[in-house]
DNA sequence: AGCATAAATGAAAATGATTTTCATTTTCAT
DNA sequence: ATGAAAATGAAAATCATTTTCATTTATGCT
C-alpha cells in the first residue's frame, strides 16, 4: 500500500515567501537569507536557495538577473516594476512602467514568443550626486 | 614632459574579438578561453575577461546573461537596441525600442536625473522551443 | 640603439553566489 | 507510537569572475 506524501509541509517555504513580500517582492537570496537573520528568524542559507527554487517551479516568484548575474527573486503578480537608479549614490526609486509592459507585449507577439518577462531599468546622476 | 600613452596596442583585443565573431557572434569568456585553446593560441584567462569588458565598454560587444547567470558576450551593430532572447536555445533578436527611450526620458525628467541610460530587454520561448 | 615608463599580460589566489553532500530532524499516514 | 520519505542546515564543493602581483611588452624620448 503506497504512502501518500503530497502533502508534507514546509515550514521554510511560507516564510521564506513572507520575507520576499516584505521586502517590496523583489530580492536577492542573500538578501532574504540577511532579512531573516536580522529579524531572528532560524533558517539556513541553503534552506532560502531552496524554498526560492521551489517557490519559483511552482510560478509563485519569478527569477531575474542583476547586471552582476545575480538571482533577483520576484513575486508574480505582486506589483511588478522597475528601476530608477543613481549611478553616483546608489539611491534606487521603483517606479511604473506602463509604457514598457505594453512594449514588451507587443513585440513579443510580434516574433510569436510565449511565456514572455521582461527587464527595464533606468540608471543615470540624481540631483544631489 | 608629459608623455602619450594612448596609442598603446593590446595584442589581446583583436584576437578575443575574432574569435568571438568566428563562434558566430554570441559567446561566454569560458567558451572563448576555450576555443581559442583548442585552436593553439596562448592567452590566459585573465586576459580574455579584460578584452570582453574593454570591448564592452567601447560598446562593441554586448553583455547577456545565460538563465544560470553566466555572461555571454555578444557582437553589436552599434546602434543602440534591445534584445528578445529565447530562454530556450539563446536566439536572439535586435529589436527597436522607440517607446522605451520615450518612456525612460519622460521619467529620468521626472524626478531629475541627469546623463540617464538604460536597459531593457525582453525574453520568453521562440516558437521552436 | 638604449633607456624609462606605463600599460598589458597571465598564473595563482581570492571572492562570492549557488549547489552538493550528508547526517540529523521533522512530518504524517498508518 | 512507528517508519518511510521529505525537509533542514552546516560544511564542503563548484564555478564564473575578479584581484593581486610579478613579469613582459610597447612606445616615446634621447
Same mark, same amino acid.
Given at each position: 500500500?503506497?504512502? @501518500? $506524501?503530497?502533502?508534507?509541509?514546509?515550514?521554510?517555504?511560507?516564510?521564506?515567501?513572507?520575507?520576499?513580500?516584505?521586502?517590496?517582492?523583489?530580492?536577492?537570496?542573500?538578501?532574504?537569507?540577511?532579512?531573516?537573520?536580522?529579524? *531572528?528568524?532560524?533558517? *539556513?542559507?541553503?534552506?532560502?536557495?531552496?524554498?526560492?527554487?521551489?517557490?519559483?517551479?511552482?510560478?509563485?516568484?519569478?527569477?531575474?538577473?542583476?547586471?552582476?548575474?545575480?538571482?533577483?527573486?520576484?513575486? @508574480?503578480?505582486?506589483?511588478?516594476?522597475?528601476?530608477?537608479? @543613481? #549611478? *553616483? @549614490?546608489?539611491?534606487?526609486?521603483?517606479?511604473?512602467?506602463?509604457?514598457?509592459? #505594453? $512594449?514588451? #507585449?507587443?513585440?513579443?507577439?510580434?516574433?510569436?514568443?510565449?511565456?514572455? *518577462?521582461?527587464?527595464?531599468?533606468?540608471?543615470?546622476? /540624481?540631483? #544631489? /550626486?
Amino acid at each position: 500500500m503506497a504512502y @501518500c $506524501w503530497e502533502h508534507r509541509l514546509s515550514r521554510s517555504n511560507p516564510r521564506v515567501l513572507n520575507t520576499l513580500e516584505r521586502a517590496g517582492g523583489f530580492a536577492s537570496a542573500q538578501e532574504i537569507y540577511r532579512l531573516m537573520q536580522r529579524e *531572528g528568524e532560524s533558517i *539556513g542559507l541553503t534552506t532560502v536557495y531552496r524554498s526560492l527554487q521551489s517557490l519559483a517551479s511552482e510560478k509563485i516568484v519569478d527569477i531575474l538577473r542583476r547586471d552582476d548575474g545575480e538571482a533577483i527573486f520576484r513575486l @508574480c503578480g505582486g506589483a511588478h516594476h522597475h528601476h530608477l537608479v @543613481c #549611478k *553616483g @549614490c546608489g539611491d534606487t526609486v521603483e517606479i511604473e512602467g506602463g509604457e514598457v509592459e #505594453k $512594449w514588451a #507585449k507587443v513585440i513579443a507577439e510580434e516574433y510569436g514568443f510565449r511565456d514572455v *518577462g521582461h527587464t527595464a531599468e533606468i540608471f543615470g546622476l /540624481c540631483e #544631489k /550626486c
